[in-house]
């Protein structure tokens, strides 16, 4: 599984026009080919920062994401900006769930 953060931080007279675009986005991205989820979050300790995550099943999903022109789009909000998006890709070998948690639990009880 590949996970993607994108997070923003737009210029304040251009907030509502980042939310619009991030908001525009989550559905689409998660009909493409290869997307588990996609969400958008308003940082609660900055109401101009915005972050975009999403995950995909491969590195090829991902890439072919990467090219198309909706990836583009959000390109484009770097003049709604303060910074340049900073972009994180993080690849994940193994998740685990709520049963690692009990089972940590109970060697300590």
Same mark, same amino acid.
């Given at each position: 599984m590949i996970i993607v953060k994108i997070t923003m931080n737009a210029l304040i007279e251009k907030?509502?026009?980042?939310?619009?675009?991030i908001l525009s986005m989550i559905e689409p991205?998660? %009909?493409?080919?290869?997307?588990?989820?996609?969400h958008g979050f308003l940082d609660i300790e900055d109401k101009n920062g915005f972050?975009?995550?999403?995950?995909?099943?491969?590195?090829?999903?991902?890439?072919?994401?990467?090219?198309?022109?909706r990836f583009s789009v959000l390109l484009g909000t770097r003049s709604l900006l303060c910074e340049p998006p900073q972009i994180e890709i993080h690849t994940v070998s193994l998740s685990e769930g709520?049963?690692?948690? %009990?089972a940590v639990?109970?060697?300590t009880a």
């Amino acid at each position: 599984m590949i996970i993607v953060k994108i997070t923003m931080n737009a210029l304040i007279e251009k907030r509502t026009e980042v939310m619009q675009t991030i908001l525009s986005m989550i559905e689409p991205t998660e %009909n493409e080919g290869g997307c588990l989820s996609s969400h958008g979050f308003l940082d609660i300790e900055d109401k101009n920062g915005f972050s975009l995550i999403a995950k995909w099943a491969t590195r090829d999903d991902l890439d072919h994401y990467i090219r198309s022109d909706r990836f583009s789009v959000l390109l484009g909000t770097r003049s709604l900006l303060c910074e340049p998006p900073q972009i994180e890709i993080h690849t994940v070998s193994l998740s685990e769930g709520i049963e690692t948690v %009990n089972a940590v639990r109970r060697k300590t009880a």
